[in-house]
Nanobody, 111 residues
Framework: VQLVESGGGLVQPGGSLRLSCAAS????????ISWYRQAPGKERELVAR???????NYADSVKGRVTISRDNANNTVYLQMNSLKPDDTAVYYC??????WGQGTQVTVSS
């Protein structure tokens, strides 16, 4: 069972990215799925999470700019990020309580 992150890249401040978290070996529809990020020299922090029922929670630092959603048919969870700031630069990971940490996807916000 694993989750694989993708969709990161280099974007200018104010830009947008959509990260994908694709599951294999299990169905995400029954689990909380969370997005975390870790910036250089900082601890890993929770960005957003979504419950099996679709309830969502967001870190204060991203509220209003980030939306987590799930596509159960494709067994994928997304993180839509808008109005990106340089402080959003980090490696982004998705996680459930039945999967190990993956490689993450790098997001760099810079002009």
């Amino acid at each position: 069972v694993q989750l694989v992150e993708s969709g990161g890249g280099l974007v200018q401040p104010g830009g947008s990215l959509r990260l994908s978290c694709a599951a294999s070996g299990f169905s995400t529809r029954w689990f909380f799925i969370s997005w975390y990020r870790q910036a250089p020299g900082k601890e890993r922090e929770l960005v957003a999470r979504i419950s099996s029922g679709g309830a969502t929670n967001y870190a204060d630092s991203v509220k209003g700019r980030v939306t987590i959603s799930r596509d159960n048919a494709n067994n994928t969870v997304y993180l839509q990020m808008n109005s990106l700031k340089p402080d959003d630069t980090a490696v982004y990971y998705c996680k459930s309580n039945v999967t190990p940490w993956g490689q993450g996807t790098q997001v760099t916000v810079s002009s």
